[in-house]
């Protein structure tokens, strides 16, 4: 019987740790979903902060856009010299780059290198109209665009569109250039039937590093920081589902089949004067009931016995 005994407590330990082991695996999942969710949030803000950032040079590079075209028409006129509209269009019609057009590139450039915005490129661009067919860069700070760059078509659907910026990771293969780089665009509507737009180019890669070095320290933290949380919330959890399960399993279950079992050896040992405690409510009430009224009526059984003798 003490074997049966040692049997049965071993069974229910392992029933326990069992239980324990798959609250473990529970609260890990858990764990781990939680860092997940939390990581996700954590990279849309990053791509939040990133896309705040590129809208605000936008609006700001944008704004000044006036400014720039009141700054560079006027000279561009005054380097013109004595030339006439009709002379300039007639060269623009026969893609001739004239010298006004060559100074323009290097005070454009000399402008830029001064910091103008912090820009890489301005390009000034006639869209097709009553004199030309298809768009033409007439001015840009880079001389060897002018005439001879073909203005990609989703600069020209967005300018027509009024989409105002254009973001890419990829680089602008177009211009040779490779990295991050904000685009932006300035429609500007003319009376002489030739609308015009201005892009501007400007490298991002150092603005958006700095966001996201400062969020990847800050991440490095914060993961720390949450995984610690979450690791020592689960030890607390576990530990307390530990001994409170075995408390439960030991009141509701152990001690119950100990008391029975411990009953059935007596009685096994011929002593049927022992008491059978039914736990009201139990898992066992049933079992113990019958148990009980098994005892009883060998009991009245055997009294019975001995009276008729």
């Given at each position: 019987?003490?074997?049966?005994?040692?049997?049965?407590?071993?069974?229910?330990?392992?029933?326990?740790?069992?239980?324990?082991?798959?609250?473990i695996v529970v609260f890990i999942a858990y764990g781990l979903v939680s860092?997940?969710?939390?990581?996700?949030?954590?990279?849309?803000?990053?791509?939040?902060?990133?896309?705040?950032?590129?809208?605000?040079?936008?609006?700001?590079?944008?704004?000044?856009?006036?400014y720039i075209v009141e700054l560079l028409l006027p000279l561009f006129e005054?380097?013109?010299?004595?030339?006439?509209?009709?002379?300039?269009?007639?060269?623009?019609?026969?893609?001739?780059?004239?010298?006004?057009?060559?100074?323009?590139?290097?005070?454009?450039?000399?402008?830029?290198?001064?910091?103008?915005?912090?820009?890489?490129?301005?390009?000034?661009?006639?869209?097709?109209?009553?004199?030309?067919?298809?768009?033409?860069?007439?001015?840009?700070?880079?001389?060897?665009?002018?005439?001879?760059?073909?203005?990609?078509?989703?600069?020209?659907?967005?300018?027509?569109?009024?989409?105002?910026?254009?973001?890419?990771?990829?680089?602008?293969?177009?211009?040779?250039?490779?990295?991050?780089?904000?685009?932006?665009?300035?429609?500007?509507?003319?009376?002489?039937?030739?609308?015009?737009?201005?892009?501007t180019i400007k490298n991002m890669e150092d603005k958006v590093a700095v966001?996201?070095?400062?969020?990847?320290?800050?991440?490095?933290?914060?993961?720390?920081?949450?995984?610690?949380?979450?690791?020592?919330?689960?030890?607390?959890?576990?530990?307390?589902?530990?001994?409170?399960?075995?408390?439960?399993?030991?009141?509701?279950?152990?001690?119950?089949?100990?008391?029975?079992?411990?009953?059935?050896?007596?009685?096994?040992?011929?002593?049927?004067?022992?008491?059978?405690?039914?736990?009201?409510?139990?898992?066992?009430?049933?079992?113990?009931?019958?148990?009980?009224?098994?005892?009883?009526?060998?009991?009245?059984?055997?009294?019975?016995?001995?009276?008729?003798?």
């Amino acid at each position: 019987m003490s074997n049966e005994k040692s049997y049965s407590k071993s069974k229910r330990s392992r029933i326990l740790y069992l239980i324990t082991a798959l609250i473990i695996v529970v609260f890990i999942a858990y764990g781990l979903v939680s860092w997940f969710i939390f990581r996700g949030s954590q990279d849309r803000l990053v791509e939040k902060s990133k896309e705040k950032l590129i809208e605000s040079e936008a609006e700001n590079i944008n704004s000044a856009a006036d400014y720039i075209v009141e700054l560079l028409l006027p000279l561009f006129e005054e380097t013109m010299g004595g030339m006439t509209d009709e002379e300039f269009a007639m060269s623009v019609m026969n893609r001739e780059v004239i010298e006004a057009q060559r100074i323009m590139a290097d005070e454009i450039e000399k402008m830029m290198e001064a910091g103008l915005l912090g820009l890489d490129e301005i390009i000034y661009v006639i869209l097709p109209g009553t004199l030309i067919t298809e768009p033409l860069v007439i001015l840009s700070s880079n001389e060897s665009l002018i005439y001879a760059w073909e203005v990609p078509e989703y600069l020209l659907e967005g300018a027509y569109e009024g989409t105002t910026y254009f973001y890419t990771e990829e680089g602008i293969p177009e211009l040779g250039l490779q990295g991050k780089y904000l685009i932006t665009i300035e429609y500007i509507e003319s009376d002489t039937g030739s609308d015009s737009v201005v892009y501007t180019i400007k490298n991002m890669e150092d603005k958006v590093a700095v966001i996201s070095d400062f969020f990847s320290d800050e991440q490095g933290k914060i993961n720390l920081i949450m995984g610690l949380v979450i690791f020592g919330s689960i030890i607390v959890i576990i530990l307390i589902a530990f001994f409170v399960l075995s408390y439960m399993i030991r009141r509701r279950i152990t001690d119950p089949v100990d008391q029975l079992a411990a009953a059935a050896e007596q009685i096994n040992e011929g002593n049927l004067d022992v008491e059978i405690k039914v736990h009201e409510g139990g898992e066992f009430e049933g079992l113990e009931r019958a148990f009980k009224q098994m005892v009883d009526s060998w009991r009245e059984y055997i009294d019975k016995s001995v009276g008729e003798e």
